[in-house]
């Protein structure tokens, strides 16, 4: 092939081989010119070494059987990494437990099937409402509406926490942190500032998120005492369903 | 009474961001299985991946429990795919997942096209 580029080298392995899925995929990105030499080499040895067999099995590549000239759906796209499922299932197995390998991938189409029938509902709510970004809150509605209640404290408590973080990075909130953060901060006091971060947030709809909270106006001096009625109760339940050790908690419920 | 650090604190216990991360579970790939759930997902908030990879951590909790309780019943010590189909039929919530254990199950048993109601043979 003497001195072609790499792009050349390609197309001409792909004329050979276009009916395979893969290669299609390669030929319609209009992205070709920014694949690293390294990546186009591994195809290129990829291509080689599976050009007659049926399946493209490398990486999970799960659509490459198919007559479909459209961009292939990589099985590692449409499932979460079965490492992590496993990693969560082993949480709650006891340690001599076998997970047969149909039963992780079958956990694993679950999930996605999961997000997939939340994130519709979510969406539907969306549209009729007019609105084109499903929010948190949209997606805590959809579950609570699917009867995955038990979930919703939990998952309000989980975004409280990690708004409360991000508030933290580089914000003002950092420094009303910091000046609490030398003497022990009460659960009344974290709760507050909890309500103080979310006052700045995008406006949610009571009846929904907020409705949970039982409390339709959200402002520094009036959420602060029912959200940390709120939030202890639901702190104290999530002491019982989760082994997190809330130390802020602790303080107020027992 | 002490304070929980930053990152010892609620979110980081129960190996939730120990190894790999604020959060457990891919947020890329979570938005990517959202946008393919219809043709008319259009935007998603930063927010919504976040409160899906906890939810998901959840649900894996909750199937991962039921169906060990089924294996037990069975005097078994490995959880096997028929364990997360019962566990699947008997909890109502989980309906919306009856038909991927049922086809799986129809094909493997006599091929036949599995219908939306549940026929799972294990009942």
């Known amino acids: 092939m003497g001195h072609k580029s790499p792009l050349d080298s390609v197309i001409a392995l792909c004329c050979r081989a276009v009916k395979r899925p893969f290669i299609t995929g390669l030929l319609v990105q209009p992205a070709l ?39 292939i759906v990589r099985e590692q ?33 679950c999930v996605s099937e999961y997000i997939s029938f939340i994130t519709g509902e979510a969406n539907e709510r969306c549209q009729r409402e007019q609105r084109k970004t499903i929010t ?73 998120f907020f409705g949970y909270l039982k409390d339709a106006s959200i402002s520094n001096g009036a959420a602060g005492t029912s959200l940390s009625q709120q ?3 639901v702190a104290a339940m999530a002491n019982g369903d989760h082994q997190a050790s809330h130390s802020q908690y602790d303080d107020n419920n027992k | 009474m002490r304070q929980a650090g930053k990152y010892s604190g609620f979110m980081m216990c129960g190996g939730i961001a120990g190894r790999t991360g604020p959060h457990s579970l891919p947020l890329a790939r979570i938005k ?9 997902v259009k935007m998603i908030s930063g927010e919504a991946p976040i409160v899906f990879s906890k939810a998901c951590e959840l649900f894996i909790e909750e199937l991962t429990r039921r169906s060990w309780a089924t294996t037990l019943q069975g005097k078994r010590r490995t959880l096997h795919k028929d364990d997360v189909a019962s566990a699947i039929v008997a909890t109502d919530i989980f309906d919306f997942l009856v038909s991927m254990v049922s086809e799986t199950a129809s094909h ?15 009942s």
């Open chain 1, 33 to 71: 010119p920014r694949l690293k030499l390294s990546e186009i080499n591994m195809r290129l040895a990829e291509i080689n070494h599976t050009k007659n067999s049926a399946a493209i099995t490398n990486n999970g590549a799960a659509a490459a059987t198919t007559d479909e000239n459209e961009c």
């Open chain 1, 77 to 109: 796209d449409r499932f979460m990494p079965i490492a992590n499922v496993i990693r969560i299932m082993r949480k709650i197995l006891p340690p001599h437990a076998k997970i047969s390998d149909d039963a992780k991938e079958t956990i694993q189409e």
């Open chain 1, 136 to 208: 948190a809150e949209d997606v805590l509605w959809a579950m609570s509406k699917l009867g995955f209640d038990d979930y919703i404290e939990p998952l309000t408590l989980y975004l409280h926490r990690f708004r409360e973080m991000e508030g933290d990075r580089g914000s003002m909130r950092a420094e009303t942190l910091m000046k609490t953060s030398s003497r022990a901060m009460t659960a009344a006091e974290y709760h507050a500032a909890a309500a103080g971060s979310f006052a700045g947030f995008a406006p949610f709809h009571h009846h929904g």
């Open chain 1, 231 to 233: 939030a202890n109760a």
């Open chain 2, 32 to 40: 990517k299985i959202m946008k393919k759930s219809g043709e008319d």
């Open chain 2, 108 to 122: 493997s048993e006599d091929g036949t096209v599995p219908e939306e109601e549940e026929t799972v043979g294990s």
